[in-house]
């Protein structure tokens, strides 16, 4: 499956397109992501946890960047990990690039994901609901890491970095409901408009 997603940050594209591309730094705004240090065979080991209702999946692989073009500010990215406890897996391909945009950095990604197991069975819609959100939270927290509003935060010429926290089955369960029924609302209004 395909997910497309975009969003703003307020910070100079080359700054955006450098935490992007240090999986280290980016990795602690994934929610309930771990990424770390590079190995020699330039992967980096990830660990992810997902809690959906009474599921929960933590997921265990490796990360790379297979294409970089810091002129063009673009990179591939590839993520392979497996259910701990489980059959499940995902195998994802994400394509990034960074623009300048009206409020500081437009980044664009193309993910690419293939899923096995119990995640793969949640269908498309819960799927497509669940990393709009993850990424609408990765957005804010790496638009908090370029734009510190505390500058004690600052740490050598580089900001200090607390780990994302998850979501949590509940909240994500929330959130997703929320967008859900503001589009069908958006969808109802749209519709009595056209009549």
């Known amino acids: 499956m395909k997910i497309e997603n975009d969003f703003n940050v307020p910070a100079d594209p080359g700054d955006t397109y450098g935490l992007l591309v240090d999986l280290e730094r980016v990795g602690t705004c994934i929610p309930g992501g771990e990424v770390g240090a590079l190995t020699e065979d330039g992967s980096h080991p990830v660990k992810i946890a997902v809690k959906l209702g009474p599921?929960?999946?933590?997921?265990?692989?490796?990360?790379?960047?297979?294409?970089r073009d810091d002129d063009s500010r673009r990179a591939v990215l590839s993520t392979e990990v497996k259910e701990q406890r489980g059959q499940g897996s995902a195998h994802a391909t994400m394509t990034m690039t960074v623009e300048a945009g009206d409020a500081g950095s437009r980044v664009t990604t193309v993910t690419d994901v293939k899923l096995t197991g119990r995640v793969a069975q949640m269908g498309r819609g819960v799927v497509d609901d669940v990393a709009a959100r993850l990424v609408a939270d990765m957005a804010e927290c790496i638009a908090g890491r370029l734009a510190p509003e505390d500058p004690s935060q600052e740490v050598s010429g580089?900001?200090?970095?607390?780990?994302a926290k998850p979501i949590g089955g509940f909240r994500l369960a929330l959130r997703v409901l929320w967008g859900r029924i503001k589009r069908l609302f958006k969808r109802l209004f749209q519709r009595r408009r056209e009549r």
């Open 55 to 67: 599921m929960r999946m933590t997921y265990g692989g490796s990360a790379r960047i297979d294409e």
């Open 158 to 163: 580089q900001t200090e970095i607390a780990p």
